[in-house]
């Protein structure tokens, strides 16, 4: 089975349209926009993301507790995910709040 002729010429239309192959693996430099020298990291508060991931595994450990169906049987190791996830937040909280990690929003 081979291609019909007429759907070979658009397949070319378009390959000739993409411009020509080079070598070259660097990219093209922006045309326009913002240039990349003055890019700056987004500044991300760490103390903060912390602090909402503890709460949101306190309010799943409250959750779990409150409710029996998600803490027995096969679940019960559903309510220690959570008391794990507090302690390894905490541990976390401590390094950034002492001035480690993210030293510019250490406080």
Same mark, same amino acid.
């Given at each position: ?7 070979? /010429? #658009?397949?070319?239309?378009? !390959?000739?349209? %993409?411009?020509?192959?080079t070598?070259d =693996? ?5 045309? +326009? ?10 500044h ?6 912390v602090? /909402? #991931?503890?709460a949101?595994? !306190?309010?799943? %450990? ?5 409710? =029996?169906?998600?803490?027995e049987?096969? +679940? ?32």
């Amino acid at each position: 089975m081979g291609v019909a002729p007429r759907a070979r /010429v #658009g397949v070319q239309r378009r !390959l000739s349209r %993409l411009g020509t192959v080079t070598d070259d =693996p660097r990219p093209e430099p922006p045309a +326009r926009g913002i240039p990349i020298d003055r890019i700056r990291p987004l500044h991300v508060p760490m103390l903060r993301v912390v602090e /909402v #991931g503890l709460a949101c595994w !306190l309010v799943a %450990l409250i959750v779990i507790l409150v409710v =029996p169906a998600l803490h027995e049987g096969d +679940r019960d190791w559903w309510p220690w995910a959570c008391v794990a996830g507090i302690v390894l937040g905490s541990v976390g909280w401590a390094y950034l709040r002492r001035g480690r990690g993210n030293a510019r929003d250490a406080a």
